[in-house]
């Protein structure tokens, strides 16, 4: 059967209503469009575990602020719909800004937050994104009602504070975070990476390069304070990718995403760096002793 493909709220609540009724659980992959190997791997996940995998493309406005790149974002809904079908989802939610925010998005007075997760990190730079977030996948999560929905370990942050979201607020939801799928070079892959000048896309492997070395490193004992892994990493991506702007270096705790003094327990080690107008982001998790 070919897949489903709605804008109405409506008939995604008729389409999953139907799908309990045949005994099927339903996973939710929410995704901004322009979609790529990584999206897959979350669709797939869905597809299997799930008798029903609704993947959501939307572009939200309410997690952008107003100097980023939310016009230029890249738009492939007709690729995206065949990738979607090829993974083996059943539906696809293409809403527009009319049927999410019927009355206009200044127009939410809810706002939904989690501060302490929030306030580091892309938080630090971005201090509305995460409050956009948390609003429409509220409103996907209201509008689906699945039993799990599937994020990104590359956005690392976004997935803690999603599950963190859920908990306090008894979303009856699982959350599953799905490993980063990663390029020949390393590169993790994103939408953006399509903005990347060819020159500026060899320089961006130095981001996974410098995260995977540093894990060498702290595991042979050679970095054993914070100071050391972010300046470790910061220097690797200084003297491999010159073009690169570092937006940030850091090694957090991996449940409550502050600053750690040295590498001990489950931490993430996270960067933020543009080149050009880009900004890409990556992470590493590390269990240690």
Same mark, same amino acid.
Request: glycine residues 6%.
């Given at each position: 059967?070919?897949?489903?493909?709605?804008?109405?709220?409506?008939?995604? =609540?008729?389409? +999953?209503?139907?799908?309990?009724?045949?005994?099927?659980?339903?996973?939710?992959?929410?995704?901004?469009? /322009?979609?790529?190997?990584?999206?897959?791997?979350?669709?797939?996940? *869905?597809?299997?575990?799930? %008798?029903?995998?609704?993947?959501?493309?939307?572009?939200?406005?309410?997690? #952008?602020?107003?100097?980023?790149?939310?016009?230029? !974002?890249?738009?492939?809904?007709?690729?995206?719909?065949?990738?979607?079908?090829?993974? %083996?989802?059943?539906?696809?939610?293409?809403?527009?800004?009319? +049927?999410?925010?019927?009355? %206009?998005?200044?127009?939410?007075?809810? =706002?939904?937050?989690?501060?302490?997760?929030?306030? &580091?990190?892309?938080?630090?730079?971005?201090?509305?994104?995460? *409050?956009?977030?948390?609003?429409? +996948?509220?409103?996907? #999560?209201?509008?689906?009602?699945?039993?799990? $929905? !599937? #994020?990104?370990?590359?956005?690392?942050?976004?997935?803690?504070?999603?599950?963190?979201?859920?908990?306090?607020?008894?979303?009856?939801?699982?959350?599953? /975070?799905?490993?980063? +799928?990663?390029? $020949?070079?390393?590169? @993790?892959?994103?939408? =953006?990476? *399509?903005?990347?000048?060819?020159?500026?896309?060899?320089?961006?492997?130095?981001?996974?390069?410098?995260?995977? /070395?540093?894990?060498?490193?702290?595991?042979?004992?050679?970095?054993?304070?914070?100071?050391?892994?972010?300046?470790?990493? $910061?220097?690797?991506? =200084?003297?491999?990718?010159? @073009?690169?702007?570092?937006?940030?270096?850091?090694?957090?705790?991996?449940?409550?995403?502050?600053?750690?003094? #040295?590498?001990?327990? &489950?931490?993430?080690?996270?960067? *933020?760096?543009?080149?050009?107008?880009?900004?890409?982001?990556?992470?590493? !998790?590390?269990?240690?002793?």
């Amino acid at each position: 059967m070919s897949i489903r493909v709605t804008r109405n709220i409506d008939e995604v =609540r008729t389409a +999953v209503r139907d799908a309990r009724k045949e005994g099927r659980k339903v996973g939710l992959v929410p995704t901004m469009g /322009a979609l790529h190997e990584g999206h897959a791997s979350l669709v797939r996940a *869905a597809a299997r575990d799930c %008798g029903m995998a609704v993947v959501s493309i939307y572009l939200n406005p309410t997690q #952008f602020s107003p100097s980023e790149d939310l016009d230029k !974002y890249p738009r492939t809904p007709d690729n995206d719909i065949k990738l979607c079908e090829s993974c %083996g989802a059943s539906l696809v939610f293409m809403p527009s800004d009319e +049927v999410m925010y019927p009355a %206009g998005k200044d127009a939410i007075l809810t =706002r939904i937050e989690v501060p302490s997760l929030a306030a &580091n990190l892309c938080g630090r730079n971005r201090p509305t994104h995460f *409050a956009g977030v948390c609003l429409v +996948v509220s409103k996907l #999560f209201n509008i689906v009602q699945p039993d799990v $929905a !599937y #994020f990104g370990q590359k956005d690392y942050q976004q997935a803690a504070i999603i599950r963190q979201m859920v908990r306090d607020l008894d979303f009856p939801i699982k959350i599953e /975070a799905c490993p980063i +799928v990663r390029e $020949a070079d390393g590169l @993790a892959m994103s939408s =953006r990476n *399509a903005y990347l000048s060819a020159e500026h896309r060899r320089q961006a492997a130095a981001l996974s390069d410098a995260l995977f /070395a540093a894990r060498d490193a702290i595991l042979a004992g050679e970095l054993p304070t914070n100071d050391d892994v972010t300046e470790f990493v $910061a220097d690797c991506i =200084r003297t491999n990718a010159p @073009a690169g702007r570092i937006n940030y270096v850091q090694m957090v705790d991996a449940e409550d995403l502050h600053d750690i003094a #040295f590498p001990v327990g &489950n931490i993430v080690i996270a960067v *933020a760096v543009k080149f050009g107008q880009t900004r890409l982001i990556d992470n590493i !998790y590390m269990e240690l002793p």
